[in-house]
């Protein structure tokens, strides 16, 4: 395919309006009585989900035609992996917050060329909260750089499932348990902005869970890794992540990594590896 004549700047103001029209289609659901079920992952989904998963797509693709699309509530097409670039897409990023009326829920939506995220939004409709970044230009909330305030003399504050808080803890460690953000996107971004000194993800995240928020990650001056890989690569066949951490301060890295992979080990290594099965039971997005 001939290169995308646009720019990646281009890409982030298309992402960026998207993302408001979306979130107020979600928002005239929040607080209301809302359909529901589960899907076969057990994670659950909403009518606004899928009703915003429309519109980005008729939005987005319309904008962008020759770009492949990946979205957690759309069939997967295998034809994403022939495109230079990719829509990544999670609608409603922590869908059982929505849910629940909390206030943290996310669109998070990204540009992915050749496996590497190059413009990504991730925007809290109900905190008026719009993380933003384009590779090479830094990331902004609100349209001012982000910068990361630091709590002095504070012991580290990191929110992390009861198994990993458990080795942490064995580790000798010195933390504090922070809060569970439903939408990961949204928990992984506090670290750029230092609301949080880390935060981690179970093996079995998948691409639009963590693709807009690895580039402001990534731009904010982050360290964000899968455990097992180092930093995440996207729009391949398997969509699938290792345990993943996000750390603001690296002296936390050796002791963090080590409990997420004695927690949960890492993917083998061929192809033909069983489906890694997510758990929801603590920590969960949706």
């Known amino acids: 395919m001939p290169a995308p004549a646009t720019t990646y700047s281009d890409d982030l103001e298309l992402l960026r309006s998207s993302a408001v029209a979306a979130g107020i289609i979600a928002s005239s659901f929040f607080r209301r009585d809302v359909k529901s079920w589960t899907k076969d992952n057990a994670s659950p989904v909403s009518e606004a989900d899928i009703l915003v998963d429309r519109y980005l797509a008729s939005s987005l693709l319309q904008a962008r035609p020759d770009y492949g699309w990946l979205s957690e509530e759309t069939a997967d097409n295998p034809s994403r992996l022939d ?94 348990r922070g809060p569970a953000y439903p939408s990961l996107a949204y928990r992984l971004v506090q670290v750029a902005t230092g609301k949080l000194d880390g935060a981690v993800a179970r093996r079995g995240s998948q691409d639009w869970d963590i693709a807009a928020a690895a580039l402001i990650l990534d731009e904010s001056g982050i360290d964000f890794a899968d455990v097992c890989t180092g930093f995440p690569h996207f729009n391949k066949r398997d969509v699938r992540h290792g345990a993943l951490a996000a750390l603001g301060d690296m002296s936390l890295k050796p002791l963090v990594h080590a409990a997420l992979i004695k927690v949960y080990g890492c993917p083998a290594a061929d192809a033909d590896a069983e489906p890694i099965a997510p758990s929801h039971t603590d920590l969960t997005d949706g």
């Open 83 to 176: 495109c230079d670039r990719v829509f990544v897409v999670d609608p409603i990023d922590g869908t059982r917050g929505f849910l629940r009326g909390e206030d943290s829920w996310t669109v998070a939506l990204a540009v992915v060329e050749h496996g590497i995220p190059v413009a990504g939004v991730v925007y809290a409709p109900a905190r008026d909260e719009m993380y933003e970044a384009v590779r090479g230009e830094g990331a902004r909330l609100n349209g001012r750089p982000i910068s990361r305030s630091r709590r002095a003399g504070a012991a580290p504050l990191i929110p992390a499932p009861g198994a990993v808080h458990q080795e942490m803890q064995a580790a000798g460690l010195h933390y504090t």
